[in-house]
C-alpha cells in the first residue's frame, strides 16, 4: 500500500512539474505584442480641474476616466461639470511574455513617466498622462468574448480585450505577464448637443 501511494506521489510531483515547465515554455514562445490606439468616447463630465487641465468622465458603460486636455483642445474653458462630451486619446499596451527580472518582482508598478511627450514607438508628439509598468498575473481567459482578466501587483484587476485569437489560445491562467501600458491625453473634446 506505501509503495502504491509512493507512486501517486510521484505521479503528481512528475505532473506538477511537467506543467510548469509547459507553462515556462509557453511563455518563452510567445512574442512581445505592442499596440496603440485612437480610442473615441462618449460621457458626462464629473469632475475638472482647471489648472492641471485634468477631467473626469463617466463613460456610457459607466467606466471613469481622467483625462488631461492638451494645449490642442480648444474653449477648454468653456467645458462645465454636467456636460456630455466625446473626446479622444491614444492608448498604448505592451505586453511581455517572459519571466519577470530579479528587479521587476522588488518592484512589480512602476511610474516609468508621467506627463510627458510620448517615446515608446507612439506617434510622435503625442502627449502621455502617464507611462505604468507592472508585472501582473493572468487570472481568467475569456475565449468567447475575446478577454482575459489580470491581476496587477496592488491587488486590482481589469479586463484586457485580446484580438488575435491566436495569442489567447497560447495563454493560461496564472501566467505572469510584464504590462506597459500607457494612457494619453486627450486631442479633441467636442460637447454633444
Request: net charge negative.
Amino acid at each position: 500500500m506505501k509503495t502504491l501511494k509512493n507512486y501517486a506521489a510521484l505521479l503528481f510531483v512528475f505532473l506538477l512539474v511537467t506543467q510548469i515547465s509547459f507553462a515556462q515554455e509557453t511563455d518563452n514562445d510567445i512574442p512581445t505584442k505592442e499596440k496603440y490606439d485612437l480610442v473615441e468616447m462618449q460621457g458626462t463630465i464629473t469632475e475638472i480641474d482647471k489648472e492641471a487641465r485634468e477631467i473626469s468622465i463617466i463613460g456610457s458603460n459607466g467606466e471613469l476616466h481622467t483625462i488631461i486636455a492638451s494645449e490642442e483642445v480648444k474653449r477648454f474653458d468653456e467645458i462645465e461639470v454636467g456636460e456630455i462630451i466625446t473626446f479622444e486619446y491614444y492608448k498604448y499596451l505592451k505586453a511581455e511574455f517572459r519571466k519577470p527580472t530579479a528587479e521587476e518582482l522588488a518592484e512589480p508598478l512602476v511610474i516609468l513617466a508621467e506627463a510627458d511627450k510620448a517615446g515608446m514607438d507612439m506617434e510622435p508628439g503625442v502627449a502621455v498622462g502617464a507611462i505604468v509598468k507592472a508585472v501582473v498575473t493572468i487570472q481568467v481567459i475569456n475565449l468567447p468574448f475575446m478577454y482575459v482578466s489580470i491581476q496587477g501587483p496592488a491587488g486590482n484587476f481589469t479586463a484586457i480585450p485580446v484580438e488575435d485569437k491566436e495569442l489567447i489560445q497560447k495563454l493560461h491562467v496564472g501566467q505572469v505577464v510584464i504590462l506597459t501600458y500607457a494612457e494619453a491625453v486627450a486631442v479633441s473634446l467636442t460637447k454633444v448637443d
